[in-house]
């Protein structure tokens, strides 16, 4: 069960999947309209995640890092609305695409979209791709768990019935056939007794098992991405410790890839190999794990790194919160957005011209004018 057909290596161009990244974002950006103004919850993301990678995105409350998972698989619900970028992912083999394909990956054109640049052999553009497309691609390419575990469980099914039916959305199983692969992911993801439990209610679980439940569910049909949005957050020091372990074991075993958002450094620093810090709605940072925390470029990054306790600190050590409150999203600084808050803040630069995302040698990204010089 669960192993990949030969097929699903293929791209609708019949190209090979595998040497393709899972994701690349290209300038993703997702606004609410408010009458109050708009917000920019995503602000121009770039980002690539390659096939079988784990990486961490990191940054404070309201940062936009939930509403760029929802935004890759046009989960953005009114009145908020992707306003231009790109999320390119494998196109799906025929196959998998339902209806006909006549209209498949065509950009819908409206009068005021600028031409857009083309997708990449062998990909597919998910902001502007038709229905079918989309949803061959989410539940069973790309998976999610999502922040509040009740937002993707139903109260009113049984967490197999929601299971099966997330299965036989993708795959030409029986209802015996899906449930019996359903009892062997509840058991995969250590719920015990998963025959029995199969037939539970969400509320007749406890909150580590809900979350794994809806892990058991997103890894489902075998995707090339889980995204992971906070999925220990609710949960105790211990049975957080259990889940992540659960992902990495699981990880190793369907070869996916992992994007897992947390406010959390020290759960990104167990789990990820690249990490990519978010402030307001934009990169800011992103690099090997070892780089980043080795190395902070960036003094948003240096300051979160500061506000969470290390290995080996004396004990009663004070941590360091970082200084000054995420600004209200529509009174968002200009220059650099973090401007005010910077301890190496220079006067008549930062709060003037956005910087640009400096590349050194090793692909250690940051967006601060303390390394213009340097680059
Ligand atoms: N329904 C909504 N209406 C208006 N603004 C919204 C809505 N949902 C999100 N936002 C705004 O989008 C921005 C990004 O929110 P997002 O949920 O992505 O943050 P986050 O980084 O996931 O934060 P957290 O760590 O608290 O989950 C925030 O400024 C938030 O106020
Ligand atoms: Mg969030």
Known sequence: MLQTPTSDHQTAGGGDRDELPV????????????????????????LEIGRGETIAVVGESGCGKSMTARSILRLVDRPGKIAGG???VPAPPDSEVREPRRRRGLLRRKKDVPVLPDAPDGMVDLVT???PTIQAVRGKRIAMVFQEPMTSLSAVHTIGNQIVEAI????????????????????RVGIPGPEKRIDSYPFELSGGMRQRAMIAMALSCDPELLIADEPTTALDVTTQAQILELLKSLQREFGMAIMLITHDLGVAAQMADRVVVMYLGKVVECGELRSLFAHPKHPYTRALLRSVPALGMRRGARLDPVRGMVPHPYDRPTGCAFHDRCDYFIPGR???????????????QVRCVLFEEEN
């Open 23 to 46: 994701l690349r974002l290209a300038g993703l950006k997702t606004q609410f309209v408010l009458e109050d103004g708009v917000v920019d919850a995503v602000d121009g993301v770039d």
């Open 350 to 364: 930062c709060e003037v011209a956005e910087p640009p995302m400096i590349t050194d040698d090793d692909g250690h």
């Open 86 to 88: 790109q999320v390119w």
């Open 168 to 187: 036989r959305l993708h795959e030409p199983l029986t209802k015996e056939e899906a449930r019996q692969r359903a009892i062997e992911l509840l058991g």
């Open 129 to 131: 791709a038709e229905q």
